[in-house]
């Protein structure tokens, strides 16, 4: 992976010092790409590009960027995982393309050159961001891969524009004025990351997955979709629908190819192994396609509750993995805390974050990239919220009043006697706040439309109770209420799941933790074939990852692998009333609050109750916490 960085002065008269700036703007992003580093300057339309680069494929100097070839010149980000087979094209008698290196960088130049953007982006694979001048028609293209990936950011006001892979770097230009945008700050608390369509600071925002943005001379933006993941799911249910088709062998056989490519690689690679079912399939096929025993890494801990090492340790033992863990305690995931805002340079608030940064830092130490598990839970059906859904939904053929009566009832036992009921119960002794999962489940019954449901269990504050003084607007329900007529209720929530949480939470969090430590991850499940083939899969093959299991099963036995779903969560509950409590009582402050436009009486009542074990309210917490050390580190006034 690398660093992207650019600057596009549309004020002729505006004085800046270009070289300077731009050189200072690719410097806050030295992590993502610590091997080289360049710059190119067009004085005469003052527009310049930036690069750090992280070298995977072709590591010699004809791979440096930005790479200026006929009339385009281009600062990449990314992996294309069939440019061989592209090159290959280019380079045919019909074409006769020469090049200069084995770089996938020259082959997205080449084939723009050969094709155009539009159908060069129709052939490509992978994971990947850009920007691409046009010299001939003084044109700026930026681009993002069809399911982010990798980021870009961009920002433009007064005739100056500027992107980058991260917004940290605008504070670097002297013509940039950091403002909050409170619309996504409400939009941060409401779902503990600010989407796509968005950032915390005004007038900025990222390319949306799948689509390429045109800027032109007079500062006019054109926004294009070129893969539209509504669109593709459509038709692959329409081509799959009534087959017969073999899905677990074909799903199989999608899934070894898609590893096999994302092992491409110059430098040495390895694979995060958790000992849960997506990691160990991922591992299971790398190991199939390597001649010797691959690199595994997990990450234990001294808390039980986090620890998954024995299981990874398992799973490695059985595919003779060349196995890698270190066992953390508590105080080493707390020591990170401060770092936070370095490595997300926005708010974001998922605390599964600290142990990803942690297993990061190891997994670089013997390796360049790492491939991952995730998307395997939207794809196949593995959050439990598909599961209660799919159960409430039963409910909603009550009449409302009944079921408002059945909501009521139940809430009028308190969340702690539910606790004491439950827990002398052997089923629930091990559920921890269960009086809270009874009211927040008797709420969910309790909504008009069952569209409600989804958008209430993804909220970490809902939209009435979002913390903040100033007027803001919540835009971001619109999406999660949407009902894709040609899906059922469950892949309805995935589909919005992989517009929405993927690219916005968990892609952005292993992207910034991983790029922290200079380390490139790679997710294959996130291969085109792979998502339009698990849409159209049957409901039952799909849901729990029933499919993957039987796949898996097949290689590892099932008890080695077979265990209720863990994630990789920390106990935060716990250690914002012990060890974190002296640094939230002091972000929560009722001065503090109030000097941030926080709503205190909102948040100080929340923080009392969780203190008192009355209720668990740590992700809404931890969203205000998160938030308040941001603005503080940032000396936000």
């Not at 281009?74 to 069939?82: A, D, F, S």
């Not at 863990?325 to 105080?331: D, H, P």
């Not at 993804?458 to 803001?472: A, E, G, M, R, T």
């Amino acid at each position: 992976m690398c660093g992207i960085s650019g600057i596009w002065d549309l004020d002729k008269n505006r004085s800046s010092d270009l070289p300077k700036i731009i050189r200072k703007m690719s410097g806050t992003l030295e992590s993502r790409g610590p091997d080289d580093q360049g710059i190119w300057i067009n004085n005469v339309n003052k527009i310049c590009f930036g690069h750090k680069r992280l070298s995977i494929l072709d590591l010699s100097q004809l791979g440096r960027q930005p790479m200026v070839k006929d009339r385009f010149v281009i600062t990449y980000n990314g992996e294309i995982y069939n440019f061989k087979e592209i090159r290959k094209e280019l380079k045919s008698v019909k074409l006769k393309i020469r090049f200069n290196s084995n770089s996938d960088t020259e082959v997205i130049l080449n084939a723009c050159i050969a094709w155009g953007i539009e159908k060069t982006l129709s052939k490509i694979s992978g994971m990947f961001a850009f920007a691409l001048w046009d010299k001939k028609y003084k044109q700026l293209y930026l681009v993002r891969d069809k399911f982010g990936m990798k980021p870009l950011y961009l920002t433009f006001k007064n005739n100056l524009f500027l992107f980058s892979s991260q917004s940290k770097s605008f504070e670097k230009h002297p013509d940039w004025s950091e403002k909050i945008n409170f619309n996504a700050l409400a939009s941060f608390f409401n779902l503990g990351y600010i989407p796509s369509n968005k950032s915390i600071y005004e007038n900025t925002m990222q390319v949306p997955p799948g689509y390429y943005f045109i800027i032109n001379s007079k500062g006019k933006i054109k926004k294009k979709c070129y893969w539209d993941i509504e669109r593709v799911i459509k038709k692959s249910k329409n081509d799959f629908n009534g087959k017969n088709i073999n899905f677990e062998s074909n799903l199989e056989e999608l899934i070894n190819n898609s590893v096999k490519n994302h092992m491409v690689s110059d430098v040495p690679l390895g694979s995060f192994l958790s000992g849960g079912i997506d990691s160990s399939l991922i591992s299971l096929f790398m190991q199939k396609n390597s001649v010797k025993p691959i690199k595994t890494f997990n990450v234990g801990f001294h808390e039980k509750s986090l620890d998954e090492s024995k299981h990874a340790e398992k799973v490695a033992k059985y595919l003779k993995t060349d196995h890698h863990n270190i066992v953390f305690g508590n105080q080493d995931i707390i020591d990170l805390i401060p770092k936070l805002n370095d490595i997300y340079d926005e708010p974001f608030a998922d605390s599964s974050q600290l142990p990803t940064i942690l297993l990061s830092k190891i997994t670089k130490k013997k390796v360049k990239v790492a491939l991952s598990g995730d998307a395997g839970d939207e794809l196949f059906g593995g959050y439990n919220r598909y599961l209660w859904s799919k159960k409430i939904k039963l409910f909603y053929s009550l009449p409302k009043y009944f079921r408002d009566l059945i909501t009521k009832s139940f809430k009028k036992v308190s969340p702690e006697k539910w606790n004491k009921l439950l827990h002398s119960l052997p089923y629930f002794q091990n559920i921890p706040f269960a009086g809270d999962k009874v009211h927040k489940l008797m709420t969910s019954l309790s909504f008009k439309k069952f569209s409600d449901v989804y958008p209430f269990f993804i909220s970490q504050w809902q939209k009435l109770d979002v913390p903040l003084k100033k007027n803001f607007h919540v835009k971001n329900k619109d999406i999660f209420k949407k009902n894709f007529s040609f899906l059922n209720e469950t892949e309805n929530m995935q589909i919005i799941d992989l517009i929405t949480y993927l690219p916005d939470d968990i892609l952005v969090k292993v992207d910034r933790a991983s790029m922290a430590f200079g380390l490139e991850t790679r997710i294959p499940f996130l291969d085109e074939k792979i998502v339009e083939f698990a849409f159209s899969l049957p409901s039952n093959e799909k849901l729990s990852k029933k499919i993957l299991k039987k796949i898996l099963y097949k290689s590892i036995p099932k008890k080695i692998v077979s265990r209720p779903k863990m994630g990789f969560s920390i106990p935060l509950d716990k250690w914002l009333k012990k060890q974190l409590r002296d640094w939230a009582e002091n972000l929560l402050q009722e001065k503090k609050l109030k000097e941030s436009e926080l709503d205190s009486k909102k948040i100080r009542l929340k923080w009392s109750e969780h203190l008192s074990g009355k209720r668990n309210w740590q992700y809404p917490l931890w969203t205000v916490l998160v938030y308040q050390s941001w603005r503080e580190q940032n000396k936000i006034i």
